[in-house]
Structures are given as C-alpha cells and as structure tokens.
C-alpha cells in the first residue's frame, strides 16, 4: 500500500484529517508520536464551548480561561492565589473591595493590561446578564493604572470567586467578535477554531506566569466513541472518558482518576402541595413534605453501592454539594446505610403498611414519591433505578421516569428530581438551600426555608475573611441541631461524587490536580502550565 493510501485510510478510520499522520499504528515514543513534536498535544477532554471564548459571557467558568487571566485563582488545595493581583483588602464593613495589579503584564497583541481592562471586563460582564451571577456589585472603578476599587450593594465574602473565576480582556480589543477569536494575558494563545472540529491553540510568549511546558496544544471535539478510537489509533495524547470505558486498556496509555464534587443528588420539595411558581407550575408534594420521609431515605441509601454498582467504582459517596471542599462540614456524613433505623423513624412518624401492599401510609396518603431524571443521562437513570430498588424495602416507592429538560422546568417544584451540581464557589450552597432563592431558575426549586440556616448564610457572606466565613457555611449545614443537610431537615438525598476519568500517555504528567467542579468546561486544564512529559 502506498504512503499516499495509508494515510487516506487512517483519515476515514478515525476522522482526524486535520490531524498530521504517519500511520495507523499505536503509540510510539512521546517525541515521535504520529509525527507531533515532543511539546505538542492532542486533546479530546471534553464538549466545544459552542458559545466561544469569551469570559464576560462564561467561558472560563469551570476550569482554566486559557487565553485569559484572572486577578485570583485557587492553587490544587483550594487556597486562594494570586494571579494578575499583587493582593486585595476588604474593607471593614464588607462592601469595598480594593485590588493591587501587577504592572508588568501584557496582552498577547503586546499592550499592558491596566486596572480599566479590569473594569472593562466586570462591567461588561455584569450587563452581559449571562451565567455570571454581579447583581450584587454597585460598581467598578479604576483608581489608578493598578488598582481597582469593587463597590458592592452587600457585604458577600464569595465574592473573591468572582475575582477568581472571570478572565480579563482587553478593553481595545473586546467586540463582537472576540468570542470567537480571544486576546488575552493567559499562557496559551489562540490559532484556529474550525467549529465542530478542533481548537489550536500555542504558547503565548508574553505571558507573566510559569511558561508552558507545550508549545502547542489541540483540542478535539468527537463523541466519546470517537475519542476512545482516536486514542487507540495513538491520534490524541489524552481522552476524556465515561465509566463506562474505564476498565479497557490502552497499549501506551495509563487510566487518571480525579475526585470530585460533581456529584448527583436527590432534590425533594420541602413544602405541602398546593401552591404555583411565579411562571404557574404546581409547587408541593405532600409526601416529601414530612421530613421523616428524607430523613429515612437518607438514612437508608446505600451510598457506596451506588457507586459500586452504578459507576464501577468510580466515584465515591456523597453526603453534600461541596463533599470536600474548605467550606464543607464532615459532620454530615451518614456512615452506613441502616435500613432498620430508617424503618424505625416512619413508624415513630406514623408511617405504616396498614393494607400490607408493602407501601406505606399515613392518613390515608401513600408513601409513593415521583422522581424524575433528564432522559438522555444513562447515569443519572442508572442512580435512581438503583434508589428505587434500595427503598423498596422500606415501603417506599420511587417512580422513576426520565424527562426532557423541558419538561423538568415545569415539574421540578412538586416532584423530586435527580440533579447535579458541585462547584468552587460556597454560593452554590446559598443557591441551592436560601429562602431567598426559593423558585428562582434552577437553584432552590423545592423550596427550602429554614430561618437559622438564613441566619448562616447570612453572617457567612458578611465575613470579610474566608476562615471565619467557613465556620458559617458549616454551621449552615449542621450546628449540633439543625442544618440543610442529612442530619437536619435532609432536603436533598445526595447520592455520589463521579470521578473524572481520562486515558491519558503513560508518561504525561499533569502535575497537582484540584478536586474537579461539575464537568462543563475542561476543569482538568486549571494547571495547565504545570503538564509536561516526564523524564
């Protein structure tokens, strides 16, 4: 066979034409592989970011912003560092900011990045009304070239996340354009995007921090099925995996497991029936409502077959949004499934099988509980089949179905549904467990109250230090007596954390990983100046 004829059927085998190849066998060494060069990646680690590469619309929200800086950022242990920032001070009452800049740091077009880039940025993020929540920042301003000053409308201690989360760009090069062809002060600049296809990004040479290793790095963007194939082939350095392909093996190539808090829960409403959302949805169930329902299913899932069963192993139990995390509380941990304690905690609350059709009543209610899941997400079907078989013996009957997101959006307030979230900001816990947030889009659509967790919450976002705000994010969770968590008024059921997997080449090493977020975006790329081929 020709060269000529080899190549073409590498291309129609694996789809990878844009992909330089020197033939359809696996891996060589990392110097020589498929004719890269030694600082060159390939990477199939996840969805295209469909909406492009602009921070004041969400990219970067979960994970590295590539192109852009940020003032912040959280190091693999979570702690808080600086970026484009020489340091910040909060004011005494909460509600001013002020943020030193360093002045040493260039665009890749080569012009200095200055505080009203940064104001640039924030403004033009807070009227983007995008996924970035800056409702509560008054205003922005620039001091001088270095620092600005953040003016908030409440004190909110989270709001160092925002400083970490939101990449800068560049006042004279931002337009209408720029989502889909970014400058920034990141370690990576962007080449090429053919959409649908790949993103080829290199080195930025004018970057202020730790040089990349790779000088040049492409993204793929294929089904799972496709990455895999393309892994196999020895066509991409790196793959992003479900499960469900963990216990194959790839000559060359070694499996990477991530813990995370991309978990998957179980949100109850917390309220009788009877009521109507703001956009006229039914709010309620009346079985849910009775806290000795969550508190035995709570009390009776077996977490860790769930993770056994369910994910292969490849995960591990959950017990809150942020398992983990500086802001979680290890206190609500439930140790062991005990079927009989959660038999014991109906039948004090008047829960019984008076017809001895093995579901519970209670005043002529029965203990059957709809639980929906989005339909297209085998996992999250794979969970609550799994539920439903394990509370079965307890007399409770989930009735499981699977739903278009559509249809969620107007069932969620009255039935319980399989939900994931997990993130680096404890807002999230606010989001989900505030009475302020109660019906509001897709955070507290059971409509949890409970006035001390608020008291919390409250006195949580009023630090002006992270330590002390911690303590309240815990308390929020359990204090000894009440709480949103399992142990207190259990409004959701967490289930599991996933760990995020990927095939990766045997001698890549992707230094010090945080634990991952939610799985949008490419969290795995947070450090990316740090991979590299090991010695």
Known sequence: MTAKKLLLVCLLLFGLALLPAAGCGGPRNSAEREGRQANELVLAIGGEPEAGFDPTTGWGEYGSPLFQSTLFRRDHSLAIAADLATGYEVSTDG???????????????GKLLTAEDVVYTFSAAAESGAVIDLNNMASVEAIDTQTVKFSLKQPQSTFINLLARIGIVPKHAHGPEYAANPVGSGPYKFVQWDKGQQLI??????????????????????SDDAALAAAKAGKVDMVAIP???????????RLLELDSVDNRGIMFPFIAAGSQSKDGYPVGNDVTADIAIR??????????????????????????SSDGLPWWNPETVIKDA????????????????????GILEKEGLQARIPLIYPAADLTRKGLAMAVADQLRPLGIQLEVSGKSWEA?????HSNAVLFGWGSHDPLEMFNLYSSETRGTGWFNTGFYSNAAVDEYFAKALAATNEAEANRYWQKAQWDGQTGFSAKGDAAWAWLVNLDHLYFIREN????????QPHGHGWPVTANITEWRWKE
Do not use: C
């Open 95 to 109: 509600l001013t900011w002020t943020v030193g800049l360093r002045s040493d740091v260039k665009f890749s077009d």
């Open 201 to 222: 990004v290199e080195a930025n040479p004018l970057y202020h921090g730790q040089k990349p290793y790779f000088e040049k790095i492409t993204f793929l963007f294929m």
């Open 243 to 253: 499960e469900a392909f963990a216990r194959q093996t790839i000559p060359g190539f």
């Open 295 to 320: 508190r035995a299913i709570n009390v009776a899932i077996d977490r860790q077959a769930l993770v056994d069963g369910v994910l292969d192993g490849f995960g591990s139990p959950a017990y809150s």
């Open 338 to 357: 005990d079927l009989e304690l959660a038999k014991q905690i109906l039948s004090a609350a008047g829960w019984e099988d008076t017809d001895a059709d």
């Open 408 to 412: 969620i959006e107007t069932l969620m």
């Open 508 to 515: 890549l090493d992707l230094g010090s990983q945080q634990i």
